[in-house]
């Protein structure tokens, strides 16, 4: 099979041939169709210097399963499937309690993507799978619990999104926040997965919905999944313009994964409020006015919008296919797999809501 190669920073992503181990036990083959293109991706990048190359990223990818191994039950060859970057043991504590984005027994999964059980090799070099996936493929060879079987109906060059920036910004909002209806929300960074936030809310029947970015062309796509009004970031803090807005804003979401946004999600909601952190960065965690705690604000994180992905993703898909969540608007682009730099440059140029690769062209 081809994939998108990285060799690090500095070097060309090349797209190669990939030799894939057989496929065992409670491992799944899958025929890539797409996959897009998230910030997620970039920062582990960055994050990563010191890691072993070759590695191949991408996890937003659909596709149709290819082969299973003796174990595996979930699934069959000829399924239509959505890939979760973040597969799960299903008997840990917090998958027993229904926290499977927050799996702590992984080293089935673990062992494949930190170097100890390579199941790619790229010139006979061992090569892991980025984010847990290893998308930007031809094809994909993971743990079952990654896999999940989705209707046949909805068209895979799409719905791979939903494995990542749509499961964690509508997720954040629905699950994490559990965002009430008739509540004020403001989100900080309206890329792939801000702008999913803020169709969350919108689901959630959510009031007021502020937007906030630095890019007019974001702030633009913000008003199509439902904001009700735009803040720009770029005009100074936007804490007084927001609370001029929503005096008792209930939530702020930071999609963007910088300590001074956090210090504004923070700043920005009434007494007793909730700003959630979805954003991932490699800096320090924003200093917060320790006297803001008397009054009951709440700071959590968010892990894959809290998604129990076996059942939240299908559920997105028939959303899609009802026409109640968006998905058409997201793909700003469609490359081919030759031009993951392309994307970067028109993700971080602030161009795209989302490149989606055409990883068979
Ligand atoms: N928590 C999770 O489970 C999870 C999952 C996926 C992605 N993420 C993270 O979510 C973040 C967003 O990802 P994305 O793919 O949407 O990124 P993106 O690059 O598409 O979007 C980021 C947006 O933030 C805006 N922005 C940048 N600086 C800003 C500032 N100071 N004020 C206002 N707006 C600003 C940019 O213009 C852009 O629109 C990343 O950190 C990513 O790693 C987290
Ligand atoms: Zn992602
Ligand atoms: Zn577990």
Same mark, same amino acid.
């Given at each position: 099979?081809?994939?998108?190669?990285?060799?690090?920073?500095?070097?060309?992503?090349?797209?190669?041939?990939?030799?894939?181990?057989?496929?065992?036990?409670?491992?799944?083959?899958?025929?890539?169709?797409?996959?897009?293109?998230?910030?997620?991706?970039?920062?582990?990048?960055?994050?990563?210097?010191?890691?072993?190359?070759?590695?191949?990223?991408?996890?937003?990818?659909?596709?149709?399963?290819?082969?299973?191994?003796?174990?595996?039950?979930?699934?069959?060859?000829?399924?239509?499937?959505?890939?979760?970057?973040?597969?799960?043991?299903?008997?840990?504590?917090?998958?027993?309690?229904?926290?499977?984005?927050?799996?702590?027994?992984?080293?089935?999964?673990?062992?494949?993507?930190?170097?100890?059980?390579?199941?790619?090799?790229?010139?006979?070099?061992?090569?892991?799978?980025?984010?847990?996936?290893?998308?930007?493929?031809?094809?994909?060879?993971?743990?079952?619990?990654?896999?999940?079987?989705?209707?046949?109906?909805?068209?895979?060059?799409?719905?791979?999104?939903?494995?990542?920036?749509? /499961?964690?910004?509508?997720?954040?909002?629905?699950?994490?926040?559990?965002?009430?209806?008739?509540?004020?929300?403001?989100?900080?960074?309206?890329?792939?997965?801000?702008?999913?936030?803020?169709?969350?809310?919108?689901?959630?029947?959510?009031?007021?919905?502020?937007?906030?970015?630095?890019?007019?062309?974001?702030?633009?796509?913000?008003?199509?999944?439902?904001?009700?009004?735009?803040?720009?970031?770029?005009?100074?803090?936007?804490?007084?313009?927001?609370?001029?807005?929503?005096?008792?804003?209930?939530?702020?979401?930071?999609?963007?994964?910088?300590?001074?946004?956090?210090?504004?999600?923070?700043?920005?909601?009434?007494?007793?409020?909730?700003?959630?952190?979805?954003?991932?960065?490699?800096?320090?965690?924003?200093?917060?006015?320790?006297?803001?705690?008397?009054?009951?604000?709440?700071? /959590?994180?968010?892990?894959?919008?809290?998604?129990?992905?076996?059942?939240?993703?299908?559920?997105?898909?028939?959303?899609?296919?009802?026409?109640?969540?968006?998905?058409?608007?997201?793909?700003?682009?469609?490359?081919?797999?030759?031009?993951?730099?392309?994307?970067?440059?028109?993700?971080?140029?602030?161009?795209?809501?989302?490149?989606?690769?055409?990883?068979?062209?």
């Amino acid at each position: 099979m081809k994939a998108a190669v990285y060799r690090g920073a500095d070097k060309a992503i090349l797209v190669e041939e990939v030799e894939l181990e057989s496929t065992e036990g409670g491992e799944v083959l899958v025929d890539i169709t797409s996959c897009g293109v998230c910030h997620s991706d970039l920062h582990i990048m960055n994050m990563m210097p010191e890691a072993p190359m070759p590695m191949i990223f991408g996890h937003e990818a659909a596709g149709v399963v290819k082969e299973v191994g003796e174990n595996v039950t979930s699934v069959v060859a000829g399924d239509h499937v959505i890939i979760a970057f973040y597969g799960s043991c299903g008997f840990c504590f917090h998958c027993v309690k229904g926290m499977r984005n927050l799996c702590t027994n992984r080293d089935f999964a673990d062992r494949q993507f930190d170097g100890s059980r390579p199941r790619l090799k790229v010139g006979g070099v061992p090569t892991m799978q980025g984010v847990g996936v290893g998308g930007w493929a031809s094809q994909a060879l993971l743990p079952e619990s990654s896999i999940i079987k989705v209707r046949k109906d909805a068209p895979l060059e799409k719905i791979g999104l939903i494995g990542c920036g749509v /499961m964690t910004g509508v997720g954040a909002a629905i699950h994490t926040a559990k965002v009430e209806p008739g509540s004020d929300v403001a989100v900080i960074g309206c890329g792939g997965v801000g702008l999913n936030i803020i169709q969350g809310a919108r689901l959630a029947g959510a009031n007021k919905i502020i937007a906030i970015d630095l890019m007019d062309s974001k702030l633009e796509m913000a008003r199509q999944f439902g904001a009700t009004h735009c803040v720009s970031g770029a005009n100074g803090d936007p804490v007084a313009q927001v609370q001029a807005i929503a005096p008792t804003l209930d939530y702020a979401f930071e999609a963007i994964g910088l300590g001074i946004t956090v210090q504004q999600a923070f700043a920005m909601i009434r007494p007793g409020g909730t700003a959630v952190v979805v954003g991932v960065g490699m800096g320090k965690v924003a200093e917060l006015p320790v006297g803001d705690f008397l009054q009951e604000k709440k700071i /959590m994180g968010s892990m894959y919008g809290s998604g129990q992905v076996h059942v939240d993703i299908p559920r997105l898909v028939d959303l899609y296919m009802e026409g109640k969540l968006e998905l058409d608007a997201l793909i700003s682009k469609v490359r081919p797999l030759s031009e993951v730099k392309e994307a970067f440059d028109d993700m971080t140029g602030g161009n795209v809501a989302r490149t989606m690769l055409d990883v068979n062209a």
